[in-house]
């Protein structure tokens, strides 16, 4: 690391010109070949993938996206002549459109079914010749434009659908924007330098940048989901202004030090640039175990936001230390620089609230380890109650059209209407049609059934697709206890005596199935990942106890997040005060994906506060000293770190995506209890409380397990019998320390 940190230094324009040359590339790449993510929840062998199998290769694909005009008249009905006739004519307006293939409306024998019993609602349906990833915004907006300008005091209309979504988009990166500029100012305020503030945001701009163009182009190569690079961009913002900051404090401490600029870059780099990129590595572990899976629609997730974090962890270690050579003694404030020349390199003991904190943490750990503990506990609690599922545009917030669209077809057609389950039969003979033929009535007699639309069958005979509306909403329990009779009482009675095979699909089964496969490979992946964090800390911290304290604090922290996120969106405590909507379950590849992130999240803090007080261990044998002195040297920039990160997450609750927002929440929840609930006050009790075990190593453990150069290379292990002897640190440990 040193001889690299070096070479960027004494190369710094190339090092400079190649990041953004790489930058550059990669956006025009991606700008020439375009985006191409695909949300494909569908899981291959379930009865949902089948039936959508089915209808695909029976009918041909689905064609384009498919949108909702609805309309209501608080006062009379929508077949009078005057709503009938401005409503005629928009729907003609909007079917020349471009981009716009057809339009279905109620005012035929065939649309009556489109009118609602009291007569007050109608809808009719959009087809777009695209779908809906590659539908223009403007043609979107034009619909929405042409339909509202028929909207007046008596008529209110609302439209629905995928594509009707994009108009409601914020503007575009505003959450990253609002994340940028919150974490320069905790910059800021912690270097007192306007220049070294500056440093982290444009190491972590490029490599996100970068990362953000390659998975544009990642998408060609493998499924990727559509909120996969937002998801990036929050990851390595998070994590890349955090681990440069790290490598800017420890070359700042170099030069106040009296290193030059050169020297202290690159100890920066060859000391802390070493745990960032241990600890960038824990991040991708974590995050490709969701490989284990064996999900596709997970792996271009995986792989996208690891790509991420590599970017911003070359760029960390690379980039940075170029850059900090540009600005030289500029990364410390005028104050700073105006102290060293007057008095020169001073030592700077621990001191202030940190130094004070540590202290009171090491006289109570007892009852300040207790109330860590039950905080985290009572935070867990409502994540008993996650209820995973499908949010819709029912969730979406009370003043976009989609959810006003939403709410209108509910109240005239009933909740099921916007959630109907698709009946995809495949059919051998003669007798199976007329099995097929029965199936509506016996349907129509189903409890929870509320309409089922006419057979349709396609050119062959040999496939069938009838619609089902419960009568309860998508979302519901009801509904997902529906699909479940189907599938094990209903069907099998009504394919008796025939070789007939129905499969039951649509947006609430699929989601059932798709959440159900999570939940039975959910502890498999959660132990993979688990244990390979493990290893990774008993590797670096050659020790039993650091390893299994950092599972339980990485559990405690996934778990209270997952309670505060059920408590946001599930339960719905401020949801609609935040713009995010009502309450509603929980998207089943959330706890995959927060899993991954979360368990690689708090390594990091775990290996930049353990690695601290490890050196002073090796160096001491005293583990109330090492426990003290780490916590009051690392928990000043740890804290400075977690309020960048919190506030890069919590703006992306900004960008008006559900999914995102809830990822946001869930990290900065992590993140908050994490850095000062966990680091700064758990782990620390914890440690005082274990005294020297938690440094214990069986012997002939020590002897096999290879060393892989995190902490101080050569360093004597202290002897765990006799802590109350203190040894004096060795050159080899004083010249590597592992401070961030």
């Known amino acids: 690391m040193a001889a690299l940190a070096r070479w960027c230094v004494r190369h710094r324009l190339v090092v400079v010109l190649l990041w953004l040359l790489a930058l550059g590339v990669t956006t025009a790449g991606a700008a020439v070949a375009g985006s191409a993510y695909s949300n494909d929840y569908e899981v291959p062998g379930t009865e949902s993938g089948r039936a959508s199998a089915l209808l695909d290769a029976g009918f041909h694909g689905r064609g384009g996206d498919t949108d909702t005009i609805v309309w209501h008249t608080a006062s009379g009905s929508v077949r009078d002549l005057d709503v009938r006739h401005t409503m005629e004519r928009t729907l003609g307006q909007v079917a020349k459109l471009p981009g716009v293939a057809w339009v279905s409306g109620p005012y035929g024998a065939e649309g009556a079914a489109r009118i609602s019993a009291d007569g007050r609602t109608a809808y009719a349906t959009v087809t777009f010749a695209e779908q809906a990833d590659d539908i223009p915004a403007a043609q979107a907006r034009a619909v929405l434009d042409t339909v509202g300008a028929a909207r007046s005091a008596s008529l209110d209309i609302a439209l629905g659908g995928s594509a009707m979504e994009l108009t409601e988009a914020p503007s575009a990166h505003l959450s990253e924007a609002v994340g940028v500029v919150v974490a320069a100012v905790v910059l800021f305020l912690a270097f007192g330098s306007f220049a070294a503030s500056l440093l982290p945001i444009a190491t972590a701009l490029i490599g996100v940048g970068t990362a953000y163009a390659g998975i544009a182009l990642l998408g060609h190569v493998m499924g990727v989901a559509d909120f996969a690079p937002m998801l990036g961009v929050l990851i390595g913002l998070g994590v890349g202004i955090d681990y440069a900051l790290f490598i800017v404090t420890r070359h700042r401490r170099g030069l106040r030090g009296g290193l030059g600029v050169e020297e202290a870059a690159r100890a920066a780099v060859a000391t802390t640039g070493r745990a960032v990129v241990f600890a960038g590595a824990t991040v991708c572990i974590a995050l490709l175990g969701m490989l284990v899976l064996r999900l596709s629609f997970l792996n271009g997730v995986a792989v996208a936001a690891c790509l991420t974090v590599v970017l911003t962890v070359a760029a960390s270690v690379t980039l940075l230390p170029a850059l900090l050579s540009y600005i030289g003694m500029r990364a410390l404030s005028r104050r700073e620089r105006g102290r060293l020349a007057a008095h020169g390199p001073r030592p700077e003991?621990?001191?202030?609230?940190?130094?004070?904190?540590?202290?009171?943490?090491?006289?109570?750990?007892?009852?300040?380890?207790?109330?860590?503990?039950?905080?985290?506990?009572?935070?867990?609690?409502?994540?008993?109650?996650?209820?995973?599922?499908?949010?819709?545009?029912?969730?979406?917030?009370?003043?976009?059209?989609?959810?006003?669209?939403?709410?209108?077809?509910?109240?005239?057609?009933?909740?099921?209407?916007?959630?109907?389950?698709?009946?995809?039969?495949?059919?051998?003979?003669?007798?199976?049609?007329?099995?097929?033929?029965?199936?509506?009535?016996?349907?129509?007699?189903?409890?929870?059934?509320?309409?089922?639309?006419?057979v349709t069958y396609n050119g062959s005979g040999g496939t069938a697709v009838l619609t089902v509306v419960p009568v309860s909403a998508p979302q519901s329990r009801d509904t997902s206890d529906l699909v479940d009779r189907l599938r094990h009482d209903v069907l099998p009675a009504a394919e008796r005596d025939s070789s007939l095979t129905a499969h039951v699909g649509g947006v609430t089964a699929g989601y059932d199935d798709f959440a159900a496969v999570i939940v039975g490979k959910l502890p498999l992946f959660v132990g993979v990942v688990i244990a390979l964090g493990c290893l990774l800390l008993l590797l670096a911290f050659r020790s039993i106890g650091i390893p299994l304290k950092a599972a339980v604090m990485n559990v405690a922290a996934v778990a209270s997040a997952f309670g505060v996120v059920v408590a946001v969106f599930q339960w719905g405590w401020g949801s609609e005060l935040l713009g995010l909507g009502r309450s509603g379950p929980i998207e089943p590849f959330l706890p995959v994906i927060m899993v991954s992130v979360l368990f690689g999240l708090s390594m990091d803090?775990?290996?930049?506060?353990?690695?601290?007080?490890?050196?002073?261990?090796?160096?001491?044998?005293?583990?109330?000293?090492?426990?003290?002195?780490?916590?009051?040297?690392?928990?000043?920039?740890?804290?400075?770190?977690?309020?960048?990160?919190?506030?890069?997450?919590?703006?992306?609750?900004?960008?008006?995506?559900?999914?995102?927002?809830?990822?946001?929440?869930?990290?900065?929840?992590?993140?908050?209890?994490?850095?000062?609930?966990?680091?700064?006050?758990?782990?620390?009790?914890?440690?005082?409380?274990?005294?020297?075990?938690?440094?214990?190593?069986?012997?002939?453990?020590?002897?096999?397990?290879?060393?892989?150069?995190?902490?101080?290379?050569?360093?004597?292990?202290?002897?765990?019998?006799?802590?109350?002897?203190?040894?004096?640190?060795?050159?080899?440990?004083?010249?590597?320390?592992?401070v961030p």
């Open 605 to 738: 803090y775990q290996v930049f506060l353990v690695s601290r007080m490890y050196e002073e261990w090796l160096a001491t044998g005293d583990n109330r000293r090492a426990v003290r002195v780490g916590l009051a040297e690392t928990s000043r920039v740890i804290n400075s770190a977690a309020v960048i990160m919190i506030s890069v997450f919590l703006a992306f609750v900004l960008s008006g995506d559900r999914v995102i927002a809830m990822f946001g929440i869930a990290l900065a929840a992590a993140v908050a209890l994490d850095a000062f609930v966990l680091r700064t006050l758990l782990v620390p009790a914890l440690m005082h409380l274990l005294g020297g075990a938690n440094w214990w190593l069986p012997a002939r453990l020590e002897r096999w397990l290879p060393r892989i150069g995190i902490e101080a290379p050569a360093g004597p292990r202290a002897r765990i019998s006799e802590p109350s002897e203190p040894s004096e640190p060795s050159a080899a440990e004083r010249a590597d320390h592992l």
């Open 349 to 454: 003991p621990p001191a202030g609230l940190a130094a004070r904190w540590s202290a009171f943490v090491e006289r109570h750990p007892k009852p300040l380890g207790m109330a860590a503990a039950t905080v985290m506990l009572v935070l867990a609690l409502p994540a008993l109650s996650l209820h995973l599922g499908t949010s819709d545009q029912g969730n979406n917030p009370v003043k976009t059209t989609t959810r006003q669209a939403y709410d209108l077809l509910a109240k005239g057609f009933g909740a099921g209407v916007n959630g109907p389950l698709t009946v995809v039969g495949e059919l051998q003979g003669p007798a199976d049609r007329l099995a097929m033929d029965r199936l509506p009535d016996v349907l129509r007699a189903t409890g929870g059934v509320a309409s089922v639309s006419p």
